[in-house]
């Protein structure tokens, strides 16, 4: 039984911090590529950061130098260390994985968390 559990979302003023994280279970966590995206109202789901397997990270343009993904293999966890948080920054954040790594891009054609809602205000 697959599952992607997400939790550390919650209200955040505007230029605080916030660390997500995604707990895996039911699936070979160290093979797959992970990845966080994120949907506001109104809007289609974007991707934010994403890590392969090995470690090499990818970032939206609209959250380089502010956000840092990470992964720790041996407890099948996901995490995104958020900071200097913007109003636009506010949505629901999904965890995703994907098996056979990060090559094809984002990670959407695999496993989706229920997300978590971040709120900056």
């Known amino acids: 039984h697959v599952q992607l559990v997400e939790s550390g979302g919650g209200s955040v003023q505007t230029g605080g911090s916030l660390k997500l994280s995604c707990t895996a279970s039911g699936f070979t966590y160290g093979y797959h590529c992970m990845g966080w995206f994120r949907q506001s109202a109104g809007k289609e789901r974007e991707g934010v950061a994403r890590?392969?397997?090995?470690?090499?990270?990818t970032y939206a343009d609209s959250v380089k130098g502010r956000f840092t993904i990470y992964r720790d293999n041996a407890k099948n966890t996901l995490y995104l260390q958020m900071n200097s948080l913007k109003d636009e920054d506010a949505a629901m954040y999904y965890c995703?994985?994907?098996?056979?790594?990060?090559?094809?891009?984002?990670?959407?054609?695999?496993?989706w968390g229920q997300g978590t809602q971040v709120t900056v205000s």
């Open positions: 995703a994985a994907e098996a056979l790594g990060c090559e094809g891009g984002w990670p959407t054609d695999g496993y």
């Open positions: 890590v392969d397997s090995d470690g090499p990270t």
